[in-house]
């Protein structure tokens, strides 16, 4: 008798930013603009000479001379990297001020999408999502850093198992973040905040790997002046996931992927430039034909190609996640392409199917 595989969840939600775009989030592409004027004046005045550095046409005063972030936080990172072999002395700015403009403006970032938080936690199609979320019995994989799904789904009960951080993964909904989250925090930032406003979800035997939370978000510059760094991946080509929450994270991501029937992308695209992620959903699709490793090389069940819904109102958004799926086999040819006209509410997303 043939042994089947269990599905860790059967459907799995990705989560990306044009879903938090409909609560009000700025889009990757339009960050820069948005954020510039926002900037503290001496941050925005260095970060307009890095940028004219990379980009000699840039002008503040033109939308169209804007980088895209991810495109410039690179070459600042490639800049960092060789600064002291590209010059025998400081140009128009100092290593150290290149480090300071960067963690200014991820600051500012964080602070602003810590504004929004409220307003986003309203949205009237929100509660829909939640419903269908729970009443699916799934996982979300959300790459955004938000805390609108965290806050709406656990309140003020989170803990490690939410995020996946327990032993083994508990009862659904589950809430992935493979690119962090502005409501955590590593080493000892939160070391004074009583027991009773903070949660430990991810323990490490180094101190500084493990991971704390706000039971109740805050903005990450307190009454006092004191400012927290969340754990965030910059949106980046050259993403750094060396903390151990990371490692435990996108393992995570792989187990499920590997194991879903149902696959539902909401609003995101899969950008050609998050190799990371390509990677995590072809190793995903892999295993649903051949089977999830175990520890001894050994393979278990294949659990057979998901149903794959893309939701995005982009016509380009399924070319890409199309493109990996193709290139699993036989697993492209159960997959459904839903990406016009649909809205990006999830409750939504079964009738759609059906049509």
């Known amino acids: 008798m043939t042994q089947k595989t269990k599905r860790i969840r059967d459907t799995v939600y990705v989560v990306g930013a044009g879903f938090s775009a409909g609560l009000g989030y700025p889009l990757t592409k339009s960050l820069m603009i948005e954020v510039w004027d926002r900037l503290p004046k001496p941050a925005r005045d260095q970060l307009q000479k890095i940028i004219q550095f990379h980009h000699p046409s840039f002008d503040s005063r033109r939308a169209t001379t804007f980088p895209d972030i991810e495109q410039l936080l690179t070459e600042v990172e490639v800049n960092d990297q060789l600064f002291d072999a590209s010059r025998p002395a400081p140009g128009r700015f100092t290593r150290e001020q290149l480090k300071e403009t960067r963690e200014s403006l991820l600051f500012t970032i964080a602070s602003w999408f810590h504004e929004i938080y409220e307003h986003a936690a309203e949205t009237d199609w929100l509660a ?186 982009e016509q380009d958004a399924a070319r890409l996640p199309e493109q990996i799926f193709t290139n699993c086999g036989r697993l492209s040819r159960h997959c459904a392409f839903l990406n016009r006209g649909l809205s990006l509410r999830p409750f939504r997303l079964r009738d759609s199917a059906r049509r």
């Open 128 to 313: 829909d999502c939640i419903v269908r979320f729970r009443s699916d019995d799934s996982a979300v994989i959300s790459f955004n850093w938000d805390l609108v799904i965290d806050q709406a789904l656990f309140g003020r009960e989170l803990n490690a198992g939410d995020y996946g951080f327990s032993e083994t993964l508990h009862a659904a909904p589950l809430l992935l973040k493979p690119h962090g989250s502005l409501n955590w925090y590593q080493g000892d930032q939160l070391e004074r905040v009583p027991d009773l406003k903070r949660s430990e979800i991810f323990h490490h035997h180094t101190k500084a790997q493990c991971v704390h939370a706000f039971l109740r978000p805050r903005g990450v510059k307190s009454k006092s002046g004191h400012r927290y760094n969340p754990l965030i991946i910059p949106p980046t080509y050259l993403k750094d996931f060396t903390p151990a929450i990371f490692q435990h994270l996108w393992k995570n991501c792989v187990d499920l992927l590997s194991t879903a029937k149902e696959l539902v992308f909401l609003g995101y695209s899969l950008p050609a430039a998050d190799l990371q992620a390509q990677f995590i959903f072809r190793c995903g699709f892999y295993n649903q034909i051949h089977g999830r490793l175990k520890k001894d090389g050994t393979r278990y069940p294949a659990t057979g190609p998901s149903k794959v819904i893309i939701v995005n109102p």
